[in-house]
């Protein structure tokens, strides 16, 4: 009887792990880069890391395997958190051209926008994929303008949301925050400022040498501005101190969530991410 026990018993085990293994594959995000959306929300108060996020996000739109990458940027995205803006407009027009928003200028105009955007995207048969680059207050706007225009689009099926900080959580409107987690599909992730906890670490402790590795005038441009204004603003005015960035580092720590996204997870840090991303 012992015997047969144990047997059950372990058997029982390896149907767990096999069913714990199946639930984590499953979880994997199934970006679609021939339908699917990626937006990338930038709250930009009052920390300068949106700064290097964006300036992250225009390399790796410049490797071949994201060069058609349906993506859309917008800046401003905060939430309830005290503080000043760090303006990023000279470097999201560098960056992006037209491809972004300004929620800062123009919250309405943006939330309208998006909210078009993403219903055609869903019309047309793909997913959304929102990483979190802040707050959840502006994703909650047009999440409800949109559910309201098009009641019949299966939110929480077909827009997914990705978050890494538990900072960001905290300064979201609380109603909102909970509209977003309810309502869609709400990926927490660990946090990208730290190396080793299974998300890329982007947030390094002195000066990356990214210079070696990006060979491309455009990039470098791109790069410059986001550190020159990221230099202009860090600890301004009451705004928040990037001791990272006051060490001659680097801090694009949001840039995580796109990687989870895109299934860039094994990326470990930020001189394996301009490896990776190398442009000559």
């Not at 490797?63 to 058609?68: A, F, L, Q, S, V």
């Not at 987690?181 to 402790?205: C, L, M, R, W």
């Amino acid at each position: 009887m012992k015997i047969i026990f144990h047997l059950k018993k372990a058997c029982l085990g390896i149907t767990c792990m096999m069913f714990y293994g199946f639930s984590v594959k499953a979880q994997k995000p199934k970006f679609d880069i021939s339908k699917d959306l990626l937006l990338v929300q930038l709250d930009c108060k009052t920390d300068i890391d949106d700064l290097h996020t964006a300036a992250g996000l225009a390399t790796l739109l410049k490797h071949p395997n994201y060069k058609h990458l349906n993506y859309y940027a917008v800046a401003g995205t905060y939430g309830i958190q005290k503080g000043l803006y760090v303006p990023p407009n000279e470097l999201m027009k560098l960056a992006f051209n037209e491809n972004w928003a300004d929620a800062d200028a123009n919250w309405e105009a943006s939330v309208e926008k998006i909210a078009k955007l993403v219903s055609k995207t869903i019309k047309n048969g793909g997913d959304v994929w929102v990483a979190e680059a802040g707050q959840s207050d502006f994703t909650a706007d047009w999440v409800k303008q949109l559910s309201h225009q098009n009641p019949s689009v299966k939110i929480k099926e077909n827009i997914h949301v990705v978050q890494h900080n538990d900072w960001n959580e905290s300064v979201t409107e609380p109603t909102k925050l909970k509209y977003t987690q309810t309502e869609t599909d709400y990926h927490k992730i660990p946090d990208g400022n730290a190396v080793g906890n299974g998300t890329p670490g982007f947030k390094s402790k002195g000066k990356v040498n990214w210079e070696a590795k990006i060979h491309n005038d455009h990039l470098t441009e791109v790069w410059n501005t986001a550190i020159r204004l990221g230099n202009k603003y860090n600890g301004k005015d009451g705004r928040y101190l990037n001791k990272s960035v006051a060490n001659d580092g680097l801090d694009f720590s949001d840039l995580s969530e796109v990687c989870y996204i895109l299934n860039l997870m094994d990326i470990k840090n930020t001189d394996e991410f301009f490896t990776y991303f190398k442009v000559e």
